[in-house]
């Protein structure tokens, strides 16, 4: 059992917007729960936590320094202002270890492997049949066809990349064609049909 060694570090005052909103204590420390406090929790980086912590500043509670990715709580090893490990390398490997362990994590790997034999085995299956049969199996790098490198949408006439529509264009396309066949446009309608849009 590692010893776990006590954070001795004065606590900043909380930056008065985070007081404001009512975020400057943690939903613990509100409802009274101090031993079940973590100190700080990882945020997306942000104008407001450039960071990417966001700290408790209960007066009451004082938990330990720790690293917030492996949980790491020797305070020499931990940097105090960020809550991760000073030596990097060997926390990831740390973290590293800690998931290959997690029994659900083994479980999901598992399934994807599982899966893959599944397809491959289905594929391997559907070309011995066609041998079989006399069906000339298509090599499926030379049968698809090369996407092309420019076009235009067939909404608006906009420059894509390929596609048949610019960015959201097929979307709003589809609804006009709707709204038409609503109102009895057939062509509209035979339009949906051929997109396979109905």
Not at 66 to 88: K, T
Not at 130 to 153: K, L, N, Q
Request: hydrophobic share 30%; with cysteine; glycine share 8%.
């Amino acid at each position: 059992m590692t010893e776990v060694m006590p954070s001795h570090s004065v606590r900043p005052e909380p930056p008065a917007w985070l007081v404001r909103v009512g975020l400057s204590v943690c939903a613990h420390c509100k409802q009274g729960h101090h031993l079940s406090c973590k100190g700080a929790v990882r945020v997306p980086v942000n104008r407001h936590f450039p960071e990417g912590l966001l700290r408790c500043y209960c007066e009451i509670c004082e938990p330990p320094l720790r690293c917030l990715d492996c949980g790491n709580q020797f305070d020499a090893e931990v940097d105090a202002e960020m809550w991760r490990c000073l030596d990097r390398t060997t926390c990831g490997g740390r973290v590293e270890l800690r998931i290959r362990n997690d029994r659900v994590w083994q479980l999901i790997q598992q399934c994807k492997s599982d899966a893959a034999i599944v397809r491959r085995a289905d594929r391997e299956t559907r070309v011995r049949l066609r041998v079989e049969v006399g069906v000339e199996v298509p090599d499926r790098a030379m049968s698809r066809e090369p996407r092309p490198s420019s076009g235009e949408c067939e909404c608006c006439g906009t420059p894509t990349k390929g596609g048949k529509f610019a960015p959201g264009h097929d979307a709003r396309h589809k609804g006009k064609l709707k709204r038409l066949a609503k109102d009895g446009d057939k062509s509209a309608y035979k339009e949906l049909v051929e997109r396979g849009w109905i």
